[in-house]
């Protein structure tokens, strides 16, 4: 005996932050026999947070800007997301971890897989190393690439010796 299985609504952290009247109504399921219908690109409305931790902008133009400015614009919450797969060393892909547990345990309250994903964490670590068309931030990458391989081949040497 055979079921098929049909997803009615997904459940997603973007979705929970749009406002009722910003909802789009859920596409009727295709049947069996028709083919799926193509993806349709999202409209481009923002998304508005609502945390109530997120500061208010300052009417005072002496106020400190919230951003660095030596850094990028972040990608835009509605950005098709793409995956990657690469091999990295074990202790690395374990710090990615830990780094987003302790983001999580940072809060002070209960933050899920949901709320704070590891793949975000990773996005910001790349999104902080800058942009390529940033002289300053193309040198930093360079001489970090430099500093890690000089770094794993010294420890490997000294593995060797031993």
Same mark, same amino acid.
């Given at each position: 005996m055979t079921s098929a299985l049909t997803i009615k609504r997904l459940d997603s952290p973007l979705s929970r932050n749009t406002r009722p009247d910003q909802q789009q109504a859920e596409p009727e399921p295709a049947s069996p026999?028709?083919?799926?219908?193509k993806p349709q690109q999202r409209a481009a409305t923002p998304v508005v947070p609502r945390l109530s931790s997120i500061a208010t902008e300052?009417?005072?133009?002496?106020?400190?800007?919230?951003?660095?400015p030596s850094l990028p614009d972040p990608p835009a919450l509605e950005e098709t997301l793409e995956l990657i797969s690469?091999?990295?060393?074990?202790?690395?892909?374990?710090?990615?971890?830990?780094?987003?547990?302790?983001?999580?345990?940072?809060?002070?309250?209960?933050? *899920?897989?949901? *709320?704070?994903?590891?793949?975000?964490?990773?996005a910001v670590l790349i999104w902080a190393a800058g942009s390529a068309d940033d002289p300053e931030a193309v040198d930093?990458?360079?001489?970090?690439?430099?500093?890690?391989?000089?770094?794993?081949?010294?420890?490997?040497?000294?593995?060797?010796? *031993?």
């Open positions: 026999t028709t083919p799926p219908a300052s009417s005072d133009d002496t106020a400190a800007p919230a951003t660095r690469s091999r990295l060393p074990s202790s690395l892909r374990r710090s990615l971890s830990e780094l987003t547990a302790a983001l999580r345990a940072r809060s002070g309250e209960r933050l *899920s897989q949901k *709320s704070l994903p590891e793949q975000e964490i990773l930093r990458l360079a001489a970090n690439l430099n500093d890690y391989r000089a770094r794993r081949y010294a420890a490997a040497a000294q593995a060797l010796r *031993s």
